[in-house]
């Protein structure tokens, strides 16, 4: 089992900066790719970024350019930086990891609000 945490949602203006943080506990040597979704009120929850075990990165086009995301395996812990805050960045922040089989298993944290005001 692996368990997330996340922490650094809140309140920021329009053009702001937050740093989200996942901390992973459990077995975390399964754990192969990790990244951020998000869900906004009346809408599905969509991919933001993820980062593998390699390094590749991949970035909803929504983000691309504001958004950064990194992992410290030695801490196992992923990070997205967002820069640029727009109000359409508004929703819960979920930090989401999964191991490497053909039927990988999904783990989920319990997802940080990140509101950004106009």
């Known amino acids: 089992q692996v368990q997330l945490v996340e922490s650094g949602g809140g309140l920021v203006q329009a053009g702001g900066s937050l740093r989200l943080t996942c901390a992973a506990s459990g077995d975390t040597f399964r754990i192969f790719i990790m990244g951020w979704y998000r869900q906004a009120p009346g809408k599905e929850r969509e991919l933001v970024a993820a980062?593998?075990?390699?390094?590749?990165?991949n970035y909803a086009d929504a983000v691309k350019g504001r958004f950064t995301i990194s992992r410290d395996d030695a801490k196992s812990t992923v990070t997205l930086q967002m820069n640029s805050l727009k109000p359409e960045d508004t929703a819960v922040y979920y930090c989401?990891?999964?191991?490497?089989?053909?039927?990988?298993?999904?783990?989920w944290g319990q997802g940080t609000q990140v509101t950004v005001s106009s």
């Open positions: 989401n990891a999964a191991n490497a089989a053909l039927r990988p298993v999904v783990y």
């Open positions: 980062c593998t075990g390699g390094g590749t990165t």
